[in-house]
């Protein structure tokens, strides 16, 4: 893998917080590029990191959720997934948001990947994990403004909900279609 960490990073000369809620917090920075150049507006979109877990039953039927979005005014088919809390390592965050939002718990987990939602403007990362031979052991613990149903689907229905528009949050499409690339290239 090819870190470039240190690479053309720009100094930070002043931040300051324009907004600060549990869900979002906006930052203006003035930033001096490697070459001496001064952008005295760069803003940034701070949150905490977010799993998503593709959770397959002991059957083999995917666990997903419908749920409204309300930015892109829509209700489409998600995985199961939240935001970690603090103190918590991503697989922790993970398996709680499954039982909380679907009742399942159990199974094989493995971190599929990390990605940066937006790196040019967000500080945050979303964690993908794939837990297989998931069971039903409890009831749903939804949060005050959680609203959404719990869903069994085979792998072909999930496939067609990725490549034909039932799901478009690209945090997880993008790792659905590597999960599904693994299963059919890799074995």
Known sequence: MINNDNERKWKVLRSEYLFRRP?????????????GRI???????EYPDWVNIIAITTDGHYVMERQYRHGAGRTDYELPCGVMEAGETPLEAARRELLEETGYTGGEWHELMTLSPNSSAMN??????????????????????EDLTVHLLTRDEVFDLVMNGGMIQALMVAPLLRHFYDQDVRG
């Open 23 to 35: 869900w979002l917090t906006a930052r203006r920075d003035e930033v001096q590029l490697p070459d």
């Open 39 to 45: 952008n005295p507006e760069y803003y940034v979109l």
């Open 124 to 145: 945050n990362y979303s964690h993908t994990f794939v837990a297989v031979g998931v069971e039903k052991t409890g009831q749903q613990h939804l949060d005050a403004t």
